[in-house]
Nanobody, 114 residues
Framework: VQLQAFGGGLVQAGGSLRLSCAAS????????MHWYRQAPGNQRELVAR???????KYADSVEGRCAITRDIAKNTVYLQMNNLKPEDTAVYYC?????????WGQGTLVTVSS
């Protein structure tokens, strides 16, 4: 599966962004889709996950501020981010986990100014 992420940009602290991840085929058969992020000098970390059954999970750092959703008809997963903080600045990556393999999209940069 090929993934294309977009929607990043520059936003002030307290603002919102919605990231999109478009898959090349149906996401229903994909066990789980994730959003990860990587800030300069840091390891890549999991931000949010949605399973094929629709269950979601969030990192503690974004719990209550982010929502991962999906549009099955559009083969697209979204990450709505609210009340953004400067520490949310990172490159955000979309990931699909299927058949013991990981598939990655290109990153999209989110910059939050204070």
């Amino acid at each position: 599966v090929q993934l294309q992420a977009f929607g990043g940009g520059l936003v002030q602290a307290g603002g919102s962004l919605r990231l999109s991840c478009a898959a090349s085929r149906s996401i229903l058969s994909i066990a789980a889709m994730h959003w990860y992020r990587q800030a300069p000098g840091n390891q890549r970390e999991l931000v949010a996950r949605i399973t094929s059954g629709g269950s979601t999970k969030y990192a503690d750092s974004v719990e209550g501020r982010c929502a991962i959703t999906r549009d099955i008809a559009k083969n697209t997963v979204y990450l709505q981010m609210n009340n953004l903080k400067p520490e949310d600045t990172a490159v955000y990556y979309c990931n699909a986990y299927e058949s013991y393999s990981n598939y990655w999209g290109q990153g999209t940069l989110v910059t939050v100014s204070s």
